[in-house]
């Protein structure tokens, strides 16, 4: 469970991993703080995503998590969840922020380049994602996410996300950058890896050597 005053310094976002169960996402909400947890399609058909966000949900908000449906806004309404993540153009995140404008939140991702980043932040969406789902599979993040990552954290005040690596000792160089969120995947849901300990050991990382944030 989650404390009622969240830490001021980078925080987890969870990303559920394809073909992973119910069961073993909710185990690592039992490792300390997480403020998010993002769910991708990861190739199911409507209904199975339907039935597994259906699953997952309630457990997450339970435990104090927000969860955002990747993708599909309709599923997002269907299941109550807290946000949609969407990968669009400018034009197409406006109208999304507008028509979920508090309902929803809405997160943004894609943005692969300084001037993309700018760009959508420019439609003032929640956060924005540096990263790409399912491609946290070296040990390190990728240089190009934490440059970004550090460049927006010192810029703008939108929050930004960044894809953490595969090893959970790369929490640490995500947070260095300052961003506000470091998302992490492969490195709690692997095979072989007890997530509720994956969390908390990252959790007790960034207690210990994340940068914390001005009030």
Same mark, same amino acid.
């Given at each position: #469970?989650?404390?009622?005053?969240?830490?001021?310094?980078?925080?987890?976002?969870?990303?559920?991993?394809?073909?992973?169960?119910?069961?073993?996402?909710?185990?690592?909400?039992?490792?300390?703080?997480? @403020?998010?947890?993002?769910?991708?399609?990861?190739?199911?058909?409507?209904?199975?995503?339907?039935?597994?966000?259906?699953?997952?949900?309630?457990?997450?908000?339970?435990?104090?998590?927000?969860?955002?449906?990747?993708?599909?806004?309709?599923? @997002?309404?269907?299941?109550?969840?807290?946000?949609?993540?969407?990968?669009?153009?400018?034009?197409?995140?406006?109208?999304?922020?507008?028509?979920?404008?508090?309902? #929803?939140?809405?997160?943004?991702?894609?943005?692969?380049?300084?001037?993309?980043?700018?760009?959508?932040?420019?439609?003032?969406?929640?956060?924005?994602?540096?990263?790409?789902?399912?491609?946290?599979?070296?040990?390190?993040?990728?240089?190009?996410?934490?440059?970004?990552?550090?460049?927006?954290?010192? #810029?703008?005040?939108?929050?930004?996300?960044?894809?953490?690596?595969?090893?959970? @000792?790369?929490?640490?160089?995500?947070?260095?950058?300052?961003?506000?969120?470091?998302?992490?995947?492969?490195?709690?849901?692997?095979?072989?890896?007890?997530?509720?300990?994956?969390?908390?050991?990252?959790?007790?990382?960034?207690?210990?050597?994340?940068?914390?944030?001005?009030?």
């Amino acid at each position: #469970m989650n404390d009622a005053t969240p830490p001021n310094r980078c925080r987890i976002v969870l990303i559920a991993p394809k073909d992973a169960p119910a069961e073993r996402i909710a185990a690592a909400f039992e490792g300390g703080d997480v @403020a998010s947890l993002i769910l991708p399609e990861n190739g199911m058909d409507e209904a199975s995503f339907q039935a597994f966000a259906e699953q997952i949900v309630p457990l997450a908000q339970a435990a104090g998590i927000a969860v955002i449906i990747a993708g599909d806004s309709r599923i @997002a309404g269907r299941v109550q969840a807290d946000g949609i993540h969407v990968e669009v153009s400018k034009g197409e995140l406006a109208e999304t922020i507008e028509h979920f404008q508090g309902k #929803m939140m809405v997160g943004a991702g894609g943005a692969k380049t300084r001037d993309d980043a700018l760009e959508l932040g420019e439609a003032r969406p929640d956060y924005i994602f540096f990263g790409r789902f399912g491609y946290d599979n070296k040990p390190e993040p990728h240089p190009r996410n934490l440059s970004l990552g550090q460049w927006w954290a010192d #810029m703008i005040q939108i929050p930004c996300i960044v894809m953490a690596g595969s090893e959970i @000792a790369s929490v640490e160089t995500v947070a260095v950058t300052g961003a506000e969120f470091v998302a992490l995947s492969s490195a709690v849901f692997a095979d072989g890896i007890d997530p509720k300990a994956a969390v908390a050991t990252a959790n007790a990382m960034l207690d210990e050597t994340a940068p914390r944030f001005e009030d």
